[in-house]
């Protein structure tokens, strides 16, 4: 009888060991769980807002770009487009996350110090008299019934400029993007490449509307 009772005592002894192990087990795998989804869920945040758009205060043009980027006026302070007293559409300047300084002590003639996409709207009967040489040999296409030029500076002189035009025949919108420079490309010149942001700039040309 004592042999029984002993049997039926260890018995339970394991199954309760068992039960205490899984139930152990199953609340570190909930938690490791959470916890990754909680390191997940600010990038998928940040992928599924909507793009921002910009419209200038001429009420001109507009494009849309990415949510985590901002649009800057170079003599205003704030994001969005500063009036103009002429009523003519004014550059902007779009800022992205981690851009990197074009200069190693950390100035630059724009507006952030760092790498930038300058968006310059111009008359298209100056544009001989402003970008003429910039554009002589770019490659030609239609886009959304715009004219659009796109060109490239060669890297002779430790960088390289991309430049996209998109025209209505009244007005020319030029965009301006550093994708890679080298320290031979000035005094202090930092290094850097980023060629990576070039599709995302595209997606913004290929938004344009004008007004």
Same mark, same amino acid.
């Given at each position: 009888?004592?042999?029984?009772?002993?049997?039926?005592?260890?018995?339970?002894?394991?199954?309760?060991?068992?039960?205490?192990?899984?139930?152990?087990?199953?609340?570190? /795998?909930?938690?490791?769980?959470?916890?990754?989804?909680?390191?997940?869920?600010?990038?998928?945040?940040?992928?599924?807002?909507?793009?921002?758009? /910009?419209?200038?205060?001429?009420?001109?043009?507009?494009?849309? /770009?990415?949510?985590?980027?901002?649009?800057?006026?170079?003599?205003?302070?704030?994001?969005?487009?500063?009036?103009?007293?002429?009523?003519?559409? &004014?550059?902007?300047?779009?800022?992205?996350?981690?851009?990197?300084?074009? &200069?190693?002590?950390?100035?630059?003639?724009?507006? &952030?110090?760092?790498?930038?996409?300058?968006?310059?709207?111009?008359?298209?009967?100056?544009?001989?008299?402003?970008?003429?040489?910039?554009?002589?040999?770019?490659?030609?296409?239609?886009?959304?019934?715009?004219?659009?030029?796109?060109?490239?500076?060669?890297?002779?002189?430790?960088?390289?400029?991309?430049?996209?035009?998109?025209?209505?025949?009244?007005?020319?919108?030029?965009?301006?993007?550093?994708?890679?420079?080298?320290?031979?490309?000035?005094?202090?010149?930092?290094?850097?490449?980023?060629?990576?942001?070039?599709?995302?700039?595209?997606?913004?040309?290929?938004?344009?509307?004008?007004?």
């Amino acid at each position: 009888m004592k042999n029984s009772q002993t049997g039926f005592g260890t018995l339970g002894v394991v199954i309760l060991v068992i039960s205490i192990t899984l139930v152990v087990l199953g609340g570190v /795998y909930v938690w490791s769980h959470r916890s990754g989804g909680a390191d997940e869920s600010p990038v998928a945040n940040s992928q599924n807002q909507p793009p921002k758009t /910009y419209v200038d205060t001429a009420k001109v043009f507009e494009f849309t /770009y990415p949510a985590s980027w901002t649009a800057i006026n170079p003599p205003h302070c704030c994001e969005g487009p500063a009036p103009d007293p002429l009523g003519q559409p &004014s550059q902007v300047v779009l800022t992205y996350p981690n851009a990197p300084k074009r &200069s190693t002590d950390g100035t630059s003639s724009d507006y &952030s110090g760092k790498n930038t996409v300058s968006v310059s709207p111009i008359q298209t009967k100056s544009r001989a008299l402003s970008y003429n040489d910039t554009f002589k040999n770019a490659e030609k296409a239609t886009l959304n019934g715009y004219e659009l030029l796109t060109t490239k500076t060669t890297e002779q002189y430790g960088y390289q400029d991309h430049f996209f035009l998109i025209s209505n025949g009244v007005y020319d919108i030029v965009f301006m993007f550093r994708a890679k420079q080298t320290t031979q490309a000035g005094l202090g010149a930092a290094a850097y490449d980023e060629s990576d942001k070039l599709p995302a700039i595209r997606n913004i040309v290929n938004s344009v509307k004008f007004k």
